[in-house]
């Protein structure tokens, strides 16, 4: 229970399932401005990261006490196969990533009726009745 394990644990997050194949991870990061956060997606893993850039006015302060996080992060999340990042917002303090689970169309199971096309169906029997009766003669 260490500075390490402090920092892992920051900034909090929520994992929202919004659908089907549709997520949105919430990060709490109040204080830290848009062009202070990096949003990286890199093979399976999103990298969220912050550094907080002090401007003269916080230099200036006179802290009694600063209880408020201001630290710099970096959050690791893995990601399943076919997630993609669809969009990032920043408002009244939460940083809202939102994921969506593409799956390619060639790997989407596929029904495959029983009896499919009887015409194919009626070419493939024929074929092997010919092949049978070669074998036989």
């Known amino acids: 229970s260490g500075p390490a394990q ?3 644990n920051y900034p909090p997050f929520d994992l929202i399932k919004l659908g089907e194949n549709d997520y949105r991870i919430e990060l709490a990061v109040a204080g830290f401005k848009p062009e202070e956060i990096d949003i ?5 893993v999103l990298i969220v990261a912050g550094r907080k ?3 003269p ?3 200036s302060n006179d802290y009694i006490y600063r209880g408020i996080a201001n630290r710099s992060f970096e959050r690791r999340f893995a ?3 076919h997630i993609q990042v669809r969009a990032a917002d920043l408002k ?3 940083l809202a990533i939102e994921l969506r689970r593409e799956i390619p169309e060639a790997m989407k199971p596929r029904k495959i009726d029983i ?3 009887q015409e194919q169906v009626g070419k493939l029997a024929s074929k092997q009745t010919v092949d049978a009766e070669v074998e036989k003669a």
């Open 92 to 94: 009244d303090g939460l």
């Open 6 to 8: 402090t920092q892992e």
């Open 53 to 55: 850039i002090e401007g």
């Open 57 to 59: 006015e916080e230099q």
């Open 40 to 44: 990286t997606a890199q093979q399976n």
């Open 115 to 117: 009896g499919g096309s």
């Open 79 to 81: 990601l399943a196969d």
